[in-house]
């Protein structure tokens, strides 16, 4: 209990630019400022993924920070939260409809909590944090049983087909099955944050 | 009622040495932590933030303990926890009031296991942290060396319990040592500008050095052997004041912290130097206040004394 109690008291996090405006990472830096000074709740901002907790993503994923995304989450020792940053981040945002955007973060890792705006104020950014603090604890509580986040694998999800990660597209056809879980199952809550539920035991994963 | 328990080569093992061990080994991680979680405060303070609870430290090394288990190599974990055990050894044999030299040699031991640790691991960032660890280890190195001729010089003995309570305020022969010992505690304390190998701000530079492979339970054995670490550098400030009775320890403490303070300050006041500045800046302060006290000791003192 007490492990559990002290991961929600010193989250490390680790901020990855994807191809965000520079508009949410000024944000990101600005929560380390005097003014908001996040390190009040333990919070380090570290360059390592191994010795992180928190993965703040700003941007939407490309083709060409795939690899890195994953690179950095894979890295990341259990328990971890990754935390969405701005629309962009979340959806794909305004740059959605770019030819080399293939949209929101959870495309290609599992994203635990999502803050919107554009760019998200520092506020909000501490807020999702700390929202992302109760996943941890979760997700501390459900490593103890043996459950852990799954190291993503090389393959991704396009909007109309699935790319294998050895340089195949597959494009997607009818009577394809589209895994519900891909869906993020998302509750909103009162400060319109997308919180998903921490993972339950069916969706374990063996590595 | 401070028996002698056994006499071995002209050490004497007192009880109140075996309890100093003890109690050190007991007690230095929680003063270490605190002292650790005082500095992050204070750092905040100066940059003008409200910074972290006291206990920080300690949550963040129960949490380290707490994570998945995470290693690069096995030998890697086997080096940190080698780090940690002569650090501890380093500082029984300071608080147990036995020879600084082998206090010394302890120490380097642990900091060179801390080099395997980091070369051991094949990344590039942990090995430039561990080449820049060694950089950093030339440096200091022979101003502890000399520290330790001065407190020979000065007091007759190499022995902490002799030195503690001798008649002599080593302070008085050992001002140079003692400036060249201020100087080079910045880098032992990893502070900046010579915090070269493993700094918290060097990300762009080289990820976290040394540390960078280090994770969960590896990195929370590195940082309580940190703080095992930085209480007996600090009991070595106050070895300059002790003189075995209650005025001199209180002087003691109170330099103690005045120093600590004043590495805060500089850490919030510069920039990290590169490595070529650390070595020279080291040793010419080695070589003028070190060498400078040695030789007033070795050559003017007889002198004077006639
Ligand atoms: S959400 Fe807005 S501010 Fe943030 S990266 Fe996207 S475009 Fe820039």
Redesign the interface.
Known sequence: M???A??T??PWIIHYDGSSCNGCDIEVLACLT?MY?V????I?????P??A?IFLVTGSVNEQNIPVVKQIYNQM???KVVVAIGICATSGGIFRDCYNIIGGIDKVIPVDVYVPGCAARPEAIIDGVVKGLGVLAEK?AA?AKGI?DPTVSGAYRYENGTYDGDGTFLPEEEGDTVIAAAEPQSTDDENGLRVKPAMTEEQEVDD | MDTVLFTFYGYELHVSYLVGAVLYVVLAPFAGGLIAGID?KVT?RM???????IL?PF??V??L??????TVNNAQDFYVMCTLIFMVISGVFFFSGSNLLMMIFTLTAASIFLVLAGYSSNSPYAQIGAERELLQMMAYEPMVLLSAVGFYMACGSFNVGDIVMSDAFSFKYLIGMFIGYLFIITIKLRKSPFDLSMS?H???EL??GL??????RT?GILEISHWYENVFLLGFIFLFFARGSLPYTILGVAVVIVCYFVEILIDNGYARMKWQFTIKSAWIVTLIFGGGNLFVLYYLQPILAR
């Open positions: 007490k492990t559990m002290s991961i008291k010193s005097p000074d390190e009040r709740f333990g380090i901002n570290t360059g390592n191994k010795h907790d020792p259990n328990p501390q490593l852990a | 992050r905040a940059q003008g933030r409200v910074g972290p609870p920080q949550y963040d129960a949490k303990f707490g994570k998945e288990k995470i918290h060097a990300h762009q990820v976290k540390t960078t492979e280090f994770s969960g990195l």
